[in-house]
């Protein structure tokens, strides 16, 4: 069965190698084909050059045709599928424009900046070190606009503690530095921004981005974006269900070592008792009654 056309989840393969030639204008951008789009978007963003293994493909054939997935480890990690082509090719240049209608907005201002730069918009090769300075991003969560309201980004000083406490508590684990992942860059025309992924959120949330606004020290930057995570946590119903849902109660006073089925002990106590007639002597001063039978 088909997938459905757009954003999914799931996929595996290998991307072709990528053009070294440059570009200078916007519109010899959008004269290359999809998958050439794709990967100079992704390079250009990264600043660095393009793996493999950083957009990945995977084709199926059905009766109709083939039907390619691409997958963008190196940004998000979203997946889209495209429409079902005569051939494999075709089918992952229609992946990869299903993923370019997500990121034409994002390339467009990169290539936008390039250009009044004077510089050319190209994968970084050994002979052209990568930009140490990243474009600025609008704050919010990558690929759902308008999902946080903008003061969510505000610097909060408790902004990071009680992300980590909301997290701890939906995934139910004592936090790891894998967990809860911040990338503090310089960005253009000064500041710091922070990008953020939350590894221990369950389902689409571990793959999803979130982006604070740019301010003038790396902590406040990392406070921002941890406000917008909070925000799109405490927004959506399914992580605030496993957030207020009880701990589990570790045995129930039935595991090992339960005393529940075990007989009832008595304690002891004392009882009176008579020595045989032939033990019982009299004695002067001893009563012969009581205790002593």
């Not at 990243?134 to 408790?158: C, H, N, Y």
């Not at 002067?284 to 009654?289: A, E, N, R, V, W």
Request: aromatic residues 8%; charged residues 20%; hydrophobic residues 40%.
């Amino acid at each position: 069965m088909a997938l459905p056309v757009g954003r999914i989840e799931n996929a595996s393969s290998v991307l072709g190698p990528v053009s070294n030639q440059q570009l200078t204008q916007r519109e010899d951008f959008f004269k290359l084909g999809p998958k050439e789009q794709l990967s100079y978007f992704c390079a250009t963003k990264l600043s660095r050059a393009i793996a493999p293994q950083d957009i990945v493909y995977m084709s199926d054939q059905y009766a109709q045709g083939f039907q390619s997935v691409v997958r963008m480890c190196c940004l998000d990690g979203q997946e889209f599928a495209g429409e079902i082509r005569q051939d494999k090719v075709k089918a992952e240049e229609a992946a990869a424009a299903q993923a370019m209608l997500v990121y034409k907005a994002q390339a467009t201002l990169l290539i936008d900046v390039a250009v009044k730069k004077r510089k050319a918009v190209a994968p970084p090769t050994a002979a052209q070190p990568a930009l140490a300075k990243k474009i600025r991003l609008e704050p919010g969560v990558l690929g759902m606009p308008g999902w946080v309201p903008q003061q969510s980004a505000d610097v909060v000083a408790t902004n990071k503690m009680e992300l980590s406490t909301h997290c701890a508590r939906i995934a139910r684990k004592i936090m790891e530095k894998t967990d809860i992942c911040f990338e503090t860059k310089e960005v253009d025309e000064g500041g710091f921004q922070a990008i953020l992924r939350l590894n221990c959120l369950p389902g689409v949330w571990s793959s999803r981005t979130f982006v604070g606004q740019v301010c003038k020290k790396k902590a406040e930057a990392e406070q921002s974006t941890a406000g917008v995570a909070l925000a799109a946590i405490k927004k959506d119903a399914f992580l605030m269900s496993k957030f207020n849902e009880p701990p589990k109660v570790k045995n129930k006073g039935r595991g090992k070592g339960s005393s529940i089925n075990a007989p009832a002990v008595v304690p002891p106590t004392v009882q009176g008792f008579s020595y045989p007639p032939h033990f019982q002597v009299p004695i002067p001063g001893i009563p012969q009654t009581g205790f002593w039978g």
